[in-house]
Every structure is written in structure tokens, then in C-alpha cells.
């Protein structure tokens, strides 16, 4: 079993959609959690950073844990045809390297 | 605040050759990280360096190496480059406050012809 999984997709949605993306963990020591953004031909931008269980909201973004159930995800509302781009999740447990999943390719349609 | 910067962008290289890959953190972060990037195995770890020091490194051969300079700036090199080298190279610095988050540079581009 993977560390880290993540749909890869790609996902195709339009315009103002509720997006969800989602990653499972096998791990249950982690106990840091990040979601990147990585356009074509750029690197990683961090979105979100959280250590929590529950919700963490920034503008669109929500990034929520279940540590119960080693699930992350990401929800973007009114997504933009700008949102279109991979999403990496990261997870770090303390004094370790960071794990990253293989990304989910986000298509938003106009 | 400037960001991560990398230099070059672009490279193209052939079988044997050798390349340094350069990295400028974000003022004031110690840490330095580099990633291979490729479609198929996605991110992949290369090694940490913090202060000068190599503090961890991934599972690549010796052909990879890096250093860091006193002002934190940090080089990768690759010797006896192979085909699948090429990728996307992508260095990633991060504050010493503990367990923060790595903030990427934009990566250089290496072809291996």
C-alpha cells in the first residue's frame, strides 16, 4: 500500500462548481497536512497548511482532516477556469520528510 | 518577500555530460530541499540541507549530489547524466520554525539528449 494516494484524474468540471479533491493516508503519525497548486511549467505553491482535524477555510479553499480516518481533502467553490491546474497534497510527520501524493490534474471549463 | 528562485530555467544536456543546478532561498530560511519531478514517479526527495549540512537524502545514486554556501544558497549536480534523468528539478526552501511547510521554486527543466 502507498503512502499517499490521490486520484489522479484528470478531473474536468465547469465553471462555479464545488470541486472536491481528496487524498487517503495509510500513516496515521502524520500530523501535518498541506495542499499544493503546481500550474503547467511552474513549481508547487502552497494553498493550505493545517495540523488539525476538522476545517481550515481560506476564500474558496476549505482544506479538511479526518485523522480518524486518515482522509484529506480540498473543496473549491465557484471554481475559475484559473483554478485549472495539478493539486499535490503533502503530509509530514514530525522530524521526517515530507510525503507527497501524485497530484490531481483540476480542468475547470468556462 | 522574493520567493525561491532557481536558475537556469531550461537545459539540455547529452548522455555523460555533467550540469549544476543552482538554488537562491527565501531570505532567511535555512533549509534548502531538491525534488525530482517526473510524470511517472511524481515528487521524489533528493536531499535536505540545512546550514551547510546535509541533513537527509533520498534514495538516488551517487551521480547526485549538493551543497549549501554560508549565505544558504545551495547548488545540485549530476554527474554522467543518463536518459532518465531528465525531469523537472524543483528546490524548496522552508523557515526553521519547526514542521513549517516548504515554499518551491519554479524548477529547471532538464533534457538528457
Known amino acids: 500500500q502507498k503512502e499517499v494516494e490521490q486520484d489522479p484524474g484528470p478531473l474536468s468540471v465547469p465553471e462555479g462548481a464545488i470541486v472536491s479533491l481528496n487524498c487517503t493516508y495509510s500513516?496515521?503519525?502524520?500530523?501535518?497536512f498541506m495542499w499544493y497548486r503546481q500550474y503547467s511549467r511552474k513549481g508547487p505553491e502552497l494553498l493550505m497548511y493545517t495540523y488539525s482535524s476538522g476545517n481550515k477555510e481560506d476564500g474558496r479553499f476549505t482544506a479538511q482532516v479526518d485523522k480518524s480516518s486518515k482522509y484529506i481533502s480540498l473543496f473549491i467553490r465557484d471554481s475559475q477556469p484559473s483554478d485549472s491546474a495539478t493539486y499535490l497534497c503533502a503530509l509530514l510527520l514530525y522530524g521526517q520528510n515530507f510525503v507527497f501524493g501524485p497530484g490531481t490534474r483540476l480542468s475547470v471549463l468556462p | 518577500k522574493a520567493g525561491v528562485t532557481q536558475t537556469p530555467r531550461y537545459l539540455i544536456k547529452t548522455r555523460g555530460q555533467q550540469v549544476t543546478l543552482s538554488c537562491s532561498p527565501i531570505?532567511?530560511?535555512?533549509?534548502v530541499s531538491w525534488y525530482q519531478q517526473t510524470p511517472g514517479q511524481g515528487l521524489q526527495f533528493l536531499f535536505e540541507y540545512f546550514s551547510e549540512t546535509q541533513r537527509n537524502k533520498g534514495n538516488f545514486p551517487g551521480r547526485f549530489s549538493g551543497r549549501q554556501f554560508s549565505n544558504s544558497r545551495s547548488e545540485m549536480n549530476v554527474s554522467t547524466l543518463e536518459l532518465g534523468d531528465s525531469a523537472l528539478y524543483l528546490c524548496?526552501?522552508?523557515?526553521?520554525?519547526?514542521?513549517?511547510?516548504?515554499?518551491f521554486g519554479n524548477g529547471t527543466r532538464l533534457t538528457v539528449t
Open positions: 500513516n496515521s503519525a502524520f500530523q501535518y
Open positions: 524548496a526552501s522552508r523557515s526553521t520554525e519547526v514542521n513549517s511547510p516548504l515554499h
Open positions: 531570505s532567511g530560511h535555512r533549509s
